[in-house]
C-alpha cells in the first residue's frame, strides 16, 4: 500500500506491505541508512527517529503508522556543511566510538534540549536510560549534551542570525 | 606539550576524531548500508533444540515460497564439501548440520530470496524432523557417569572431554603449600556472558561469476586471517578472495570468529552467481556467536604468618560449547589465563586447566580482554581481597606486601611471562588518594557499628596485551605480527594503511597522530585506512588490545625509515652532507645554519620530481612489526558500594580507575575507552548473563533478558593516570582497551564482599544482582 511522509523536510512516498517497519522503509526505501538497527526488539534505542517531535523507536513503528506524519532522522540534523549544536557537542567531548548509536542518542538528546534547555546530569541521563551504547560507558555523552546546550543557550543570547559555530569534517 | 605539537596532532595531544565527520552525520558505512546490484537476501533456520538428531528435512514447502531463490541445507553443502569447517582451536565445527544439532541456535537451513522479508518468511514453511536427546549445560553435566557423547561425529572421542593443560610447577608449589601457615581458598564460577556489540554480525558475499572474484563484505575484526581461512576452507585461491570490513559498529571480539553464515553465504553466492546478504537479528547474535568466559574456577593461596604469599594453585573447569572454537593463539588451550599470579610476586604456581564440551554455543572469544586474563584477573583479585579479609588484614596493605617491586623489572613470573615494566606501589598509591581511602575506611567502619551494610573493593589488576611476539603467539599459525603500510603523496599529504581494524577505537586518528610525530607530517593531513585485504597489508587484526603495542608500533618504524629516505633527499635539496642535517619534527636544517632547511613536504615533492642520482622515486615503505615480547599495563581501581539489606539492592557509591598504559597517544581516546570498559565491568559484575535452562534453551537471548547497562545504571567514573612506558615499545605505548573490563569486575564484587564480610559471606558469583545478595544477607538473618 501507499505510504506518504514527510522525511527531513521533503514529501517522501513509497509502496509497501502493510507489515513493514518504518525502520526498513527508511533504510531500503528512502535509503536513509544513518538510522541504525540493534536489537528488533525496542530495547537499544539505535533506531530512534522524531516522529512529529517526539523520538521514537522506528523498529517498533510500522511505515503505515507513520502516514502523514513528520518524521526527522539523523539526516537531517545538520544544516548543509554546518552541524547542529548536538552534533557539535558530540564531537567536542568525544561522546561517541563506534558510532552505531550516536544517531538514536542525537535524536534522542536533542528532543531533550527543545524541552529542557538546561538539563542536569541525571536529566540526561535519564532521557537517554532507553539507547544504549557499548563504548563510551556515556560519560561522554552525557557531557556531549551539556556542551550542545551552552552552545545553544549562547546562541539564544547572541544577536539574531549569527551563525552556529561548526565542528567535525 | 608546545604548540607547535599541538598543531601537528603529535602524541599525547587529545585532538578530536578524525573519524567522526560521516558518522555525526549519518553517513558511516556499516554493512548493513551496502546495497549491491541484483543482491539477493539470506536468513538462516536454527535449532530450537540443544541437543537432537536430525532425521529429516523438508525443504519443499519453502522453495515453492514466494521470492524465494534457494534453501541450502547441510546435504548440499556436504556436497561441496563445506559442511564443516575448522575452528581456530584446531577443532571442527558444523556449518549446517547433517546429523545432530549440538547447540539452540545451531544454523540447520538457510534460505535464499529476493527480499529479507520473503527470506525470514519461508523459514517457518522448512520442515525439520527431529529426535531429542539430553542436553548438557556444564562440565559437571559433561563429565557425570553415562552423560551423552556430544561429539560422536569425531573419530575416537570417547566422552565430553576436550583438553588437559598446565602451566606453572607443580612439585614446588606442593612444597610451598606444605609450609604456608593458612591457605585461603576461593571457587567462583565466571558466568557466561555475551560481548554484545550494538551492531550484529553478517556478510554480503559477492562471487563474480565470469572472473571469480569473491568480494566479501564482513563484520571482522581481523580481515587478512579470515582470507586466509576462507582460501584454505573453499579452496579458493587467495588472490581471488578480498575482504571488506566497513565501518564496525563495535566487537568486543565478537567479530574475530568465521561464522557459518559467513561460508554459506559465499557458497550461495557462488553456486547462485549473485550478491547474497545476511545480517543476523540480535537473537541470533545472542544465541550462536562467540561467547565469554563460562570458567568455574577454585584457587588457593597459601600465605606465611606475616602476610607474604609463598604460592598459588588454581584449577578450572572451562565450558567450551559443542565445538572447540575458542578465538586465541595456538599454543594456549586456556588462553593467557596462566598470567593469574597476577600483581603479586608469588615464588610458585600451578595451573591446571580442562575444557569441556556441552550442548552451548561454541566459540569463547576475548570480549574486551587478552585472551581469558579477565578470568585470570578476577580471580587472583577476588583471592587476594579474600585472603586480606580472612587474615584480618587492609586489602590494600595486604597487596602492597605483596606487590612485584618497580626495580624488580623485568620479572619472570611462575608461570614464565617476562612482565616487562611496572610500578604497581604507586599506582595504589594514586588510587587511595583518589579515592581518600583513609576515610572512606573510617566512615565505613562508623557507619557498620549503626548497621549499614558498605564496604570497599580493590583491584590492582596487571593486563598482558600486544600478542606476538610471533614465535611463540599464533592463530592457525600465522604469527601474530601486525604491519603498517605508508605512503607519502607528492604534496606532502600521506596514507597510512594498516592490517588492524578499528571497532570504535579512533585508528583513524590515533594512529594519524603516530605519523604526525615521526614524520611531522600533521595528523588532519594523513588518511588513514584498514579493513580492506587488497589494498592494506597484511595483519592479524584488532583484538587483545593488539592495535597499539604491534599496528602502532610498525607505523612508527615505517614513519621512522621513510624518515631516513626524507634526509637524504633534503641533504640534496639544500646540498649539504646527510651527517650534517638536524631534524626537527617537520623539517630538516644544516647543523648551525637553521635557515638552511626544508620541510618534510619539500622533500617529499622532491621524491618525485627532483631526485638525488641513482635514488627510486616515491616516498613510501612497508613495515611488518613482531614484538619482543608482550606489553602489561596495570592499574588499581577501588569502588565503595552501599547496600540495601531490604532489597539486596548494590548502589555503587565510587569508582576510581587509576591505569598505567605507558604512553598516551591520544590522552582523549584513551579515557574514552576506560570508561566504555569500566561500563562493561560493571554490567558483566551486576547484570549481564547468559545462562541456560535443564534443556539447555539460552536464557539471555534478547535485550530484554540479555541486561546491557544503560545511563541510568551505570555508575560515574573517576579517572587517574601513572605511566610507566614499555621499555621495549618504539613509542612506550601499552594497550589500553581492555584494561578495565579486565580490571573492574573484581573491584565491583570485591566491594560487596567487603560489605557483607562482616557477616561471613565469601562469595556470590556474577552477576551479582539483587535476589542473590538479599537471599545472602537472608542466610545469615541480617533480613527478613
Redesign the interface.
Known sequence: MKVTMTVNGTVRSGDV?P??LLV?FL?TNL???????????T??G?CTVRMDGDPVKSCTVLAVQAEGREIK???G??NGAA?API?VG???E?G????????GM?MVTSALLERNPNPT?DD???A???????????????KAVKHAAQMQSEAAKAPAGAAVAG??? | MSSTMHMHGGIGESI?????????????N?L??F?LPNMMHMAILRSPYAHARIKSIDTAAASAKLGVIAVVTGELMAQHKLAWMPTMSGDTQAVLATDKVRFQGQEVAAVIAET??QAEDALASIIVDYDILPAIISPDGAKAEGAALIRDDKEGQSDNHIYHWESGNQATTQAAFAKAYKVVRLHTFYPRCHP?????CGCIADVNPATGKATIYMTSQAPHAIRTVFALVTGLPEQNIRIISP????G?GNKVPVYPGYVVATAASLLLGRPVKWIE???ENLISTGFARDFHMTGDLAVDKDGKMLALRVHLDSDNGAFFADAQPSKFKAGLFHIVTGSYDIPTAHVTADGYYTNKAPGGVAYRCSFRVTEASYLIERLVSNAAFELGMDQAEFRKKNFIQPEQFPYTSATGWVYDSGDYPKAMDVALKQLGYDEIKKDVEARRKKGEVTGIGIASFTEVVGAGHGAEFDILGLRMFDSAELRVHPTGKAILRMGTKS????HETTFAQIVAEELGIPAQDVAVEEGDTDTAPYGLGTYASRSTPVAGAATAMVARQLREKARKLAAHLLEADEEDLVWERGKFYVKGSPERSKTIQEAAFAAYTNLPEGMQAGLEGVYYYDPPNMTYPFGTYAVVVDIDKGTGQVKVKRMVAVDDCGVRINP??V???I??????GFGIAFMQLITFDEEGNCIGS???DYL?P???E?P??ELGETSTPSPHHPLGAKGVGESPTVGSPAAYVNAVIDALSPYGITNIDMPVTSDKVWAALRSKGVTE
Open positions: 506491505e507489515r513493514v526498513d533504510r535509503a536513509l541508512t544513518g538510522t541504525h538497527i540493534g536489537c528488533d526488539t530495547s537499544c539505535a532522522t539523523v539526516e540534523l545538520a552541524l552534533q558530540f564531537h567536542e568525544h561517541l566510538q563506534c558510532g552505531f548509536c550516536t544517531p542525537m546530569d540526561i541521563r535519564w537517554i536510560s532507553g539507547n544504549i551504547c557499548r563504548c563510551t560507558g556515556y560519560m561522554n555523552i552525557v565542528g567535525g569534517e | 578530536k576524531r578524525k573519524e567522526d565527520g560521516r558518522f555525526l552525520r549519518g553517513k558511516g556499516y548493513d548500508d546495497v529479507k522479508y554484545a556489540p550494538l551492531e550484529t565501518d564496525l559498529g563495535g568486543f537479528d540480535r537473537n571497532q570504535g577505537q579512533g582523549m581516546i579515557e574514552g575507552q570508561h566504555g570498559g569500566l561500563a562493561e534478547n535485550f530484554m546491557i544503560g545511563a541510568w551505570t560515574k567514573f
